[in-house]
């Protein structure tokens, strides 16, 4: 018996229909789906073993209560979660994010989403992704430690070096992997690799704070290459001012490329003169260390302007990087973006592009990469620091150098094997979206019905 022919329409409509009010998570599997459909028509096994349906609901999503107390004594109460998607290919993989918009449609959407990126980098990760409604912002070190201390508490008992390792996303960098460390090694007295992202001097790994930015942008030189162009001369827009949005800018302006916007919540700068290293540096320490706002920037550097409560896609352009967070480049921003000139987009942040947006870019024909191909640098990398914890040693920084450059080369090859259209366009959403889904769906096949 088959029971697996429902059309696309009648297959998102039951996605909805379980998903109540989980507007992230169902646009994320909408967009993964519309290539999926049409790439297993005429494969009977994926629908009779039901494989996008099972990869869409996720093996289990845990919540917990985090309670925490602040510096006034006051006993403060989150949410936590850890959503594991599918370890059809490797361990759960993938990271926390700390930010008050966090719900169990956001962390459902990243946790696919990741389920299909970890398969793009020929490493064996499967996909998860966790996080708190839990607001970094104006927090203390001390109440930062307390809540991470408690996150852990609960979370300790759901994860493992081979059962689910997580890292850093948005409110989540080194400081507070080392809070959270420290207390798994506490609880357990297991000094493993349970998290990646961590401090090199406890068995992090070199290159992974630059990897999701550098990775991004030698995507994004990729695919300018089938073009027969480079970064050389060109002018970028970027969104966001954290991890993966300066790494991003100093990999451009490495390349010869000039970055004029940067952004967080509050707006964007835009600085014609273009933001190179020192002004790069500044942003890091001012944003991430002094958790300040980019808002500061043109006091700093009086030739900027800033642009409150606005996002950056209509400061002309010739490439984009979205570096911030999810449906932050809605339709019209795409239209005004291949209106200006834009030659190709590539996404850092996951799903920055809403649906409509992508809709667009594909129709213009532009070269744009979904995060899940172009942001998969900052998992490859952890997925190397995991080989090297199992292997109890450090690599150099130009292998590791190397091996991200090999692994972005390789997930933009698998891009244009299962998305060149001919013509000379290549839809990296397809071939990201089949290349993904393939291998976890061959794994599943071998498994069952389980
Ligand atoms: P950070 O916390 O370092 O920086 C986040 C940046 O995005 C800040 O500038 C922040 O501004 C801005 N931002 C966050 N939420 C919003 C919002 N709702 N509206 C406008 N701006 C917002 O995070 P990362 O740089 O690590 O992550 C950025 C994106 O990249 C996310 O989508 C993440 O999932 C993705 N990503 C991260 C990877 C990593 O290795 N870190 C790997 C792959 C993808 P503000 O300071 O005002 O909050
Ligand atoms: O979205 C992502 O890929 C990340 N936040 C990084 C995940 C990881 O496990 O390094």
Redo the contacts with the bound molecule.
Sequence with gaps: MSNGHVDLHQFMEGVKRRNPHQDEFVQAVQEVAEDIFAFIADKAAYHEQQILRRIAEPDRVVSFRVCWEDDAGNIRVQRGWRVQNNNAIGPYKG?I?F?P?VNESVLKF?AFEQTFKNALTGLPMGGGKGGANFNP?GKSEREIMRFCQSFMTELYRHIGADVDVP?????V?AREIGYMFGQYKRITGNFTGVLTGKGLEWGGSLIRTE??GYGAVYFLAEMLATKGESLAGKTAVI???????THAAEKIVQLGGKVVTL????GFIHDPDGIGQEKIDWVKTH??HRRG??EDYVAAFPGATFHAGRTPWGVPCDVALP????N?LLGEDAKTLVANGCRAVAE???M?TDLDGVHVFKAARLLYAP?KAS?AG??AVSGLEMSQNSERRSWKEEELQQMLKDIMSGIHQACIRYGDQGGGYIDYVKGANIAGFKKVADAMLAFGVV
Excluded at 167 to 171: L, S, T, V, W, Y
Excluded at 239 to 245: E, I, K, R
Excluded at 263 to 266: A, E, L, T
């Design positions: 990271g994010r930010h918009a990243l912002k890292a850093g996303d948005i409110g960098g990897a999701t969104s966001g001012s954290g991890n993966v949005a952004s967080d919540s509050g944003k991430t706002r980019i570096c911030a967070t999810q932050e850092g942040a996951n920055p995060g942001n900052g998992v």
